[in-house]
């Protein structure tokens, strides 16, 4: 069972990797660091937040997120905008190729969730999905 595990994560992980290569290509996505990629999801997912908001949802330094950030300004996927309430506080979001990375991402783990369900009976598919349900919690959870 170990050894069954083990073999099925590390080709998870390349065939992973193999799909952002081949999305990658064309929206910048392979060329990304995976931190880069974090801030990235935490952005699109929070909707213009902080640097304080992506740092708490990352759960790391507000310093480190500020780099980050600052990169992928440099790089075109996001942007930063002053508060017209407070004019000490910066709101992050995505340009159009910083959604195009988020989209291509989803597009990337649909295709490859597909590959897995079609591999699959309907019990086997209903028992995988049951399976990871419980692996998302216990991993949400340390």
Same mark, same amino acid.
């Given at each position: 069972? *170990?050894? %069954?595990? %083990?073999?099925?994560? *590390?080709? %998870? *992980?390349?065939? @992973?990797?193999? %799909? /952002?290569?081949?999305?990658?290509?064309?929206?910048?996505?392979?060329?990304?660091?995976?931190?880069?990629?974090?801030?990235?999801?935490?952005?699109?997912?929070?909707?213009?937040?902080?640097?304080?908001?992506?740092? #708490?949802?990352?759960?790391?330094?507000?310093? +480190?997120?500020?780099?980050?950030?600052?990169?992928?300004?440099?790089?075109?996927?996001?942007?930063?905008?002053? +508060? &017209?309430? *407070?004019? /000490?506080?910066?709101?992050?979001?995505?340009? &159009?190729?910083?959604?195009?990375?988020?989209?291509?991402?989803? $597009?990337?783990?649909?295709?490859?969730?597909?590959?897995? $369900?079609? &591999?699959?009976?309907?019990?086997?598919? /209903?028992?995988? #999905?049951?399976?990871?349900?419980?692996?998302?919690? @216990?991993? #949400?959870? &340390?």
């Amino acid at each position: 069972m *170990d050894e %069954l595990l %083990l073999a099925f994560i *590390d080709t %998870l *992980d390349i065939s @992973l990797k193999k %799909l /952002r290569m081949e999305v990658g290509d064309n929206s910048g996505f392979a060329k990304l660091t995976i931190h880069q990629l974090q801030y990235i999801d935490a952005i699109g997912a929070l909707s213009h937040p902080t640097i304080t908001q992506v740092a #708490e949802k990352l759960q790391i330094t507000k310093a +480190s997120v500020t780099n980050g950030v600052n990169k992928l300004i440099s790089l075109g996927y996001v942007a930063k905008n002053q +508060s &017209s309430e *407070d004019k /000490r506080v910066y709101h992050v979001s995505l340009t &159009s190729a910083g959604e195009q990375i988020v989209f291509a991402k989803y $597009r990337a783990l649909q295709d490859y969730g597909e590959f897995i $369900r079609s &591999s699959l009976s309907a019990e086997e598919a /209903r028992q995988f #999905e049951l399976i990871l349900e419980k692996l998302v919690h @216990l991993f #949400e959870g &340390s």
